[in-house]
């Protein structure tokens, strides 16, 4: 990816963990778990939730294909103790996770997410 449209990710990342209270960092990856641009995470990290995001978008697209209409998946939510995950769909090939804290306004978030990409 040429540096210039990495930095416009980062930007765009940057922006959504701002806007957001309580969003805690943001992964922009390939859907096969490959990190494209992250904001608010070390790389090591940043690598380890690609892999656990891409994980997610597959179990629900093989939940949408088998349960579904067709197993298109707009979002998967992963509600933790104090800690809120969520995958989208962010483009052909390319899934957004964001962590945010549980204070977090999953509305707003998702929207937000759903304005980004």
């Given at each position: 990816?040429p540096s210039g449209q990495a930095?416009?990710?980062?930007?765009?990342?940057?922006?959504?963990?701002?806007?957001?209270?309580?969003?805690?960092?943001?992964?922009?990856?390939?859907?096969?778990?490959?990190?494209?641009?992250?904001?608010?995470?070390?790389?090591?990290?940043?690598?380890?939730?690609?892999?656990?995001?891409?994980?997610?978008?597959?179990?629900?697209?093989?939940?949408?294909?088998?349960?579904?209409?067709?197993?298109?998946?707009?979002?998967?939510?992963v509600e933790l103790d104090s800690?809120?995950?969520?995958?989208?769909?962010?483009?052909?090939?390319?899934?957004?996770?964001?962590?945010?804290?549980?204070?977090?306004?999953?509305?707003?978030?998702?929207?937000?997410?759903?304005?980004?990409?």
């Amino acid at each position: 990816m040429p540096s210039g449209q990495a930095s416009d990710l980062d930007w765009l990342l940057s922006g959504l963990v701002q806007r957001v209270p309580y969003t805690r960092s943001a992964v922009l990856l390939s859907a096969d778990g490959l990190v494209k641009s992250v904001h608010g995470m070390d790389p090591d990290s940043a690598d380890h939730m690609a892999a656990l995001a891409a994980g997610l978008y597959s179990l629900g697209r093989s939940a949408g294909a088998r349960f579904g209409d067709n197993g298109d998946v707009r979002q998967v939510v992963v509600e933790l103790d104090s800690t809120l995950l969520f995958v989208s769909t962010a483009g052909s090939g390319t899934c957004l996770a964001v962590l945010a804290g549980r204070e977090a306004d999953a509305a707003v978030l998702g929207y937000e997410m759903a304005m980004l990409v």
